[in-house]
């Protein structure tokens, strides 16, 4: 056990067994697990049944046959990132009640993906196959992109991978503080440190085994630090009681603990949600009150706010963000032409798409000399 994330309180105990199908267990991930969980027994089987029963002391790791580089869901409704997943992994037990993994997968545990020879191989060819292009990278859509960190090391590969190439950045995306191994790499400025921040009742209520808002600004300013550009993400923003309070306290706390000029994109997202998580939610959460709201079907087939309760909750946070950098990137996810006009007075289109205003974004905030220069 290293580092002073052990120092903080621990949000996630670190699990008690390993399974690894076979085909992967001579894998350096499986031996980086074992050097880190000591005490966690192996456990080795052929292959690894999706219908398992839930067990959160268990990380399993598997021999993943598919495309390990993947677009972001979006759909040709709404303006798209452009930003695609790097898929190590998949599952996430810091059990936020609206998490959209609930109803998106069928497998219950931890899974990590043991080829990752494979997945190197698959993401330094794409990197190099398109150096024209400036690729934006995540890790944090099919699990939370440091949760298992501490013990698989994952940061210390792919930062400097990224690192190297000067037509690529990548994005962690998380709600935890681990962060300690992201101290010494030598970045280059070509990794993101990223949280989702939510409305304090919000996090307190609905992200019980997150670090606390403290611990993610913590994490925030560490990582400024340590020379990380930093992003923001208020996905999912739900409309509460107080919520301007709520959310109007949240922006001034983050902006009293890391600098504006670090930060290189904050993302705006309504709550919404396929409506098969409507009754998971309500099973599985039977305090969170938000999912008994008045929501309209969108055009992706998502339950979604009344437009003027999404434009106001985006309204007030826009204004909230220029009053302390007017400059700043900020964007929403998942939303139309109409909405964005509302909110911003123009549409992505007429700045060329919301992925030329993302890569212009990294252009200008991130401190890396020429290598993402036009
Ligand atoms: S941190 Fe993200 S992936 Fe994990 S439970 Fe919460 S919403 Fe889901």
Not at 97 to 111: E, G, H, K, M
Not at 299 to 306: A, E, G, N
Request: overall charge neutral; some cysteine.
């Amino acid at each position: 056990m290293k580092g002073e994330v052990f120092t903080a309180v621990m949000i996630v105990k670190p699990p008690g067994k390993i399974r690894v199908e076979e085909a992967v267990l001579d894998s350096d991930l499986v031996s980086t697990l074992r050097k880190n969980l000591p005490h966690a027994k192996l456990e080795v089987a052929d292959r690894i049944s999706e219908a398992v029963e839930p067990d959160p002391d268990v990380v399993e790791v598997v021999h993943f046959k598919g495309r390990f580089l993947k677009s972001c869901p979006g759909t040709r409704h709404y303006s798209c990132c452009g930003y695609r997943i790097l898929h190590f992994g998949v599952q996430c037990n810091l059990a936020c009640s609206y998490c959209v993994l609930q109803a998106y997968l069928n497998l219950p545990n931890l899974r990590l993906f043991g080829n990752t020879r494979e997945l190197i191989a698959e993401l330094e060819s794409e990197l190099d196959s398109h150096t024209e292009r400036l690729h934006r990278i995540g890790t944090g859509e099919f699990t939370d992109s440091l949760l298992l960190d501490p013990w698989t090391e994952w940061t210390t590969r792919l930062v400097p991978l990224f690192a190297q190439r000067n037509n690529a950045v990548l994005e962690l995306k998380t709600k935890t503080n681990f962060i300690e191994n992201l101290r010494n790499l030598d970045h280059r400025g070509h990794t993101i440190a990223s949280w989702s921040l939510n409305a304090g009742l919000i996090a307190k209520r609905e992200e019980p085994r997150a670090a606390s808002l403290d611990e993610r600004f913590h994490a925030a300013a560490r990582c400024a630090s340590w020379g990380y550009p930093l992003a923001f993400h208020f996905d999912p923003m739900i409309e509460h009681e107080g919520w301007r309070k709520g959310y109007g306290e949240i922006l001034d706390r983050l902006f009293d603990a890391v600098d504006p000029s670090r930060v290189v994109w904050i993302s705006l997202g309504a709550f919404r949600f396929m409506p098969d998580l409507k009754p998971l939610i309500r099973g599985k959460h039977p305090r969170s009150r938000y999912i008994h709201g008045e929501f309209i079907r969108g055009l992706d087939d998502k339950m979604r706010y009344f437009r003027d309760i999404r434009i106001e909750l985006y309204s007030f946070m826009l204004e909230r963000i220029r009053r302390v950098d007017p400059d700043l990137c900020v964007y929403l996810c998942m939303e139309g032409r109409d909405i964005w006009r509302e909110v911003f007075g123009f549409s992505p289109e007429d700045r060329g798409g919301l992925p030329n205003m993302l890569d212009s974004a990294v252009k200008e905030r991130m401190n890396t000399g020429n290598d993402f220069a036009a």
